[in-house]
């Protein structure tokens, strides 16, 4: 079934109405109907087409539909521009969408009406072709984050091929009052302030989406609910900064009141966020880093396209490169294939070239088709072809000119697919996951073709790179600008999930050469010899597959080698690389059939993955062009001609793209990448954007990984509530019930030490940093285990799995177990909630015999660890009794597996004392009597006593101000 290409989009009575629109009658796709409760499927009777009253705009595509809270929203494609052809099939950017309310036919008709006036307007202001309807440049492109801290543009100056893709000058006659008065939207907020009847006041810096008592009962939002549909420019301010009368729709409602039409009850942390998810969702698919083809599947190489084009598009895309997956579902289930358009997230760019031979020369003379005739005369790098380089420039202008002969056109084409797997923003993803996955993860591939991509007259070559963080379990804090490596896990932890992202790369790609870029001094040392042993150690045991496969690894200290601005000394690391790379070649179409298949796969990584990484894969990628051209007998010479300056150029433009997908900013050292030349300028260039992913990271890159993982499904919308409780995202890509599984089971073989005493149960808890008190400055993660004799309480050091103490509490001294309400903050509303801040208290006498408490000091000499430990054991014999607390942790996993029950602290918790309760009254039953005069029988029974172990208005009183004051500067600088 083809998909659906243009739909007719309007709001009925009863839903929102999906009319595919056709040029022939004979091709007319059924439509389809999203209610007001989200629920998709055909239109069977419509009687909504004749009805003048309805307004409507005609959409590209439908990205998905966003749910959240009680609310729904259409998130459909309304701009987006063509940057390419492949076999004839257009490939298209996604420069503006809109997202359409779901909660009734008002609402869903405000946002489609400002959609429809936002298309017109902007329809008269550029030149529009079949199938272009933007013109925004790659360079241009805002990722999400830059977005969040400007939301200005800049107003495009050129238009594009609508075949190519290729930027062209226009003629535009603009003045700088009409651009400053009548355009000022387009130069972001500050101008907006100027010219704002609010100017600078205290309400335009209030914070976007931040519950707060004060603010949720004044607050009013458009009725669109923050941004959902376009306003007067692409990327325009935000809302909540234009003057009343610039708000695209009069009407307002408040956010409490969002969820009211769906008559449902939700979450008021998620209810208060909801406007800055919208925000941030519209600004993230609308950023220029989404590209969609409605023929051709992008997830795959040219060479591994599907043969049955009757399969749907979306059932031929690879999970790993599918990006709309998730919220795509609900089409996917209702059978609504025509209306599932899958897109990628990189990079896609083409430039189309010429190659001529001028007669009795053996050199070849590449012409830009984007040039004019005098860069044309200025791109002669021959000093004795200069005459011929002049008289190219004339024929130019008259196709008549035979000067040169032998004449040959190609398309250079670039498409980078990221990965959805540990996807996200630069120091809030780093390394792998549990599952070999790494952050930053790109696969780019490098097409060689002629314009028509007729293979029984011409080959297809394609060349293919990949880039990925480091292999290995770690993490670097984003408040710092030279940010120290923290390693975690053990090397037999960190060895599987080394093993497995190999492995799964050689299923994919056969042979792998890794080029690890990093420093060999400095922070980042570490690291990096950590990431040779690994590779070593895989050799050494089986390889890649345990068959004996080797990986290949060379550690090139880049910036060592290339200090003083010398990057062309990165040729030396490709003298290294050239046999892997001349093995493995590249794949080669010819009539139809692959005579070649690339076997294999060069994997650069620096820390990030973006500036160095961008260095080595332009050059890699430049050496494979040249040796395709040259089995045409084509010899250019791209690191030296100027008049190659184009293939740099495009290979910048990828960089950019992935490094505003991961960092926020354009790349570092793209002035080298564009121009092979480093300068002064490009540094002090690249100083301004390192300042400017500084500011990402430490603000707005937050919240914006926590709706990359909701979008992607890694977690529940009560993501949100935990952002506002704690001003951070969580690694949800990272399967913590794992890893607190494998923590219970070392902690059980280190500890228990009689071979009689069965492990019956073991949990991972929150507990204050401090026994015998109930709230610290600090909690910790810790390990309780209960076996049939005794409670052990261990603490352990995550960063390198080692148990750091535990403490053994014979069942028999178990004196008193108490559950209940457990707040330890009052700074948000999840903190305050009852049911998600729940614990218990376990009272014990102290063991007078033995040791009590034993730490692993890893010092050599034992009796240094004896001495201490008897220290330990003087000081607490003489107490009388001691308890310690235990917090439930927040369900920080996953979305639960299908037929999985979610967590819940109270359930957890209920759990856990009964367990304790149940087995220490069976030990008791079965231990000596100890003497003791005062036991009766009724001591001897644990009961569990429910009462609160902090109530609320307790920690109110005990929340400092100090406290409150850091959290509400938080919230501000967010």
Request: aromatic letters at 8%; hydrophobic letters at 35%.
């Amino acid at each position: 079934m083809p998909l659906a290409r243009k739909l007719l989009i309007f709001a009925a009575v009863d839903g929102l109405v999906l009319q595919p629109r056709s040029h022939s009658q004979s091709q007319q796709q059924q439509a389809i109907k999203i209610d007001y409760k989200g629920n998709v499927g055909p239109l069977l009777r419509d009687n909504h087409n004749d009805d003048p009253a309805l307004s409507s705009f005609e959409s590209h595509g439908v990205i998905g539909l966003l749910k959240i809270a009680t609310s729904n929203f259409l998130i459909t494609i309304c701009g987006r521009e063509q940057v390419a052809q492949v076999r004839g099939k257009p490939i298209y950017k996604i420069t503006d969408v809109a997202l359409i309310p779901l909660a009734s036919q008002s609402e869903a008709d405000g946002v489609i009406t400002s959609t429809r006036e936002h298309l017109h307007r902007h329809s008269k202001t550029r030149a529009v072709g079949e199938d272009d309807t933007d013109s925004e440049s790659e360079d241009d492109a805002p990722s999400v984050t830059d977005s969040l801290v400007e939301d200005g543009t800049h107003t495009p100056t050129e238009v594009k091929d609508p075949v190519t893709g290729q930027r062209g000058p226009v003629d535009r006659r603009t003045s700088v009052a009409e651009d400053v008065i009548q355009k000022k939207g387009v130069y972001g907020r500050f101008a907006d302030k100027w010219f704002s009847r609010k100017g600078w006041s205290a309400d335009s810096r209030r914070l976007q989406g931040l519950r707060s008592e004060e603010d949720l009962a004044a607050r009013n939002v458009p009725k669109n609910v923050d941004s959902t549909g376009p306003t007067e420019e692409v990327g325009a301010t935000h809302p909540d900064e234009l003057p009343s009368e610039e708000k695209t729709t009069p009407d307002s409602v408040k956010p409490e009141d969002i969820p009211k039409a769906l008559e449902g009850d939700t979450n008021a942390t998620t209810v208060a966020l909801l406007p800055r998810v919208l925000q941030t969702t519209k600004m993230y698919f609308s950023s220029g880093n989404f590209f969609f083809s409605y023929d051709y599947d992008l997830s795959h190489g040219v060479a591994n396209q599907a043969p049955n084009a009757s399969v749907p598009l979306f059932k031929q895309y690879d999970p790993l490169f599918f990006w709309n997956q998730h919220i795509a579902t609900p089409f996917i289930e209702a059978g609504q294939h025509s209306f599932v358009l899958p897109i990628i997230q990189g990079f896609v760019g083409q430039r189309p070239f010429t190659i001529k031979v001028a007669d009795g020369k053996s050199d070849s003379l590449v012409i830009d088709k984007d040039a004019t005739p005098d860069d044309i005369q200025l791109q002669s790098w021959h000093e004795k072809q200069e005459k011929e380089g002049s008289a190219l420039a004339g024929a130019v202008g008259d196709e008549s000119s035979t000067n040169l002969a032998d004449g040959k056109d190609f398309l250079l084409t670039l498409i980078s697919r990221r990965s959805i797997k540990r996807a996200g923003l630069r120091y809030l993803r780093r390394g792998t996951d549990d599952e070999g996955c790494t952050a930053n993860t790109v696969e780019t591939e490098q097409i060689l073709s002629a314009p028509t991509w007729n293979t029984s007259q011409d080959k297809i070559y394609s060349f293919t790179q990949l880039r990925g963080s480091i292999p290995l379990f770690f993490s670097q804090s984003p408040y710092s600008l030279k940010p120290q490596v923290s390693t975690w896990g053990s090397f037999e932890t960190n060895g599987k999930a080394f093993k497995r992202h190999f492995s799964d790369l050689a299923e994919r790609y056969s042979e792998v050469y890794a080029a690890s870029l990093i420093d060999k001094h400095g922070t980042e040392a570490k690291i990096g010899e950590l990431y040779e042993q690994h590779a070593k150690d895989l050799n050494e045991h089986g390889g890649i597959d345990g068959k004996g496969r080797k990986l290949g690894f060379e550690w090139f200290d880049f910036h060592n080698v290339c200090r003083g601005m010398h990057f062309e000394n990165v040729s030396k690391l490709m003298d290294t690389l050239d046999p892997f790379l001349e093995a493995t070649g590249w794949t080669e179409i010819s009539g139809d059939e692959i005579k070649h298949k690339q076997s294999g796969i060069l994997r650069t990584n620096c820390m990030d993955c973006l500036d160095r990484t961008n260095v080595v894969q332009s050059a890699t990628a430049r050496g494979a062009l040249e040796q395709q051209l040259s089995a045409g007998n084509y010899a250019i010479d791209l690191q030296n001609d100027p008049s190659t300056s184009w293939f740099n150029t495009l290979w910048a433009d990828n960089g950019d793209n992935i490094s505003r997908q991961y960092a926020g900013t354009a790349a570092l050292k793209g002035d080298f990448t564009r121009t092979r030349k480093r300068q002064i300028t490009g540094a002090l260039t690249d100083f301004g954007l390192t300042l400017t992913r500084y500011y990402n990271n430490i603000v707005n890159d937050y919240f914006a990984q926590a709706v990359i993982d909701y979008l992607l499904g890694r977690a529940t919308d009560t993501i949100f509530a935990e952002f506002e409780a704690d001003m951070k995202s969580n690694d949800y890509f990272i399967d913590v019930r794992k890893v607190r599984q494998a923590a219970i089971e070392r902690c059980a073989a280190r500890v228990i030490e009689d071979q009689d005493e069965d492990l019956i149960h073991g949990w991972t808890l929150s507990v204050p940093t401090s026994a015998n008190h109930v709230k610290t400055g600090t909690f910790e993660e810790a390990v309780l285990l209960l076996t049939e004799k005794a409670l052990y309480f261990c603490r352990l050091d995550w960063g390198t799995e080692k148990v750091r103490e535990f403490e053994r509490i014979s069942l028999a001294n178990v004196q008193s177990l108490m559950r209940g309400v457990y707040i330890t903050s009052t700074l948000a509303q999840r903190h305050m909630d009852a049911d998600k801040n729940v614990g218990f208290v376990i009272r014990y006498r102290a063991d007078t015999e033995g040791e009590l408490i034993r730490r692993n000091t890893r010092a050599l000499d034992s009796s240094a660890a004896n001495d201490e430990q008897k220290v330990d054991q003087k000081k607490t014999k003489s107490e009388e009794g001691r308890f310690l607390a235990f917090k439930a942790l927040p369900p920080r996993t996953s979305v639960p597996r299908e037929g999985e029950k979610a967590e819940n602290e109270v359930e957890v918790v209920k759990e856990i004392c009964e367990e304790v309760v149940r087995v220490a009254n069976k030990a008791k039953k079965t231990a000596p009597d100890n003497g003791t005069e005062n036991d009766t029988a009724d001591d001897k029974v644990l009961k569990i006593e429910e009462k609160d172990i902090i109530s609320l208005a307790d920690a109110k009183k005990s929340t400092g101000y100090l406290e409150q004051i850091g959290y509400s500067l938080k919230k501000l600088v967010w």
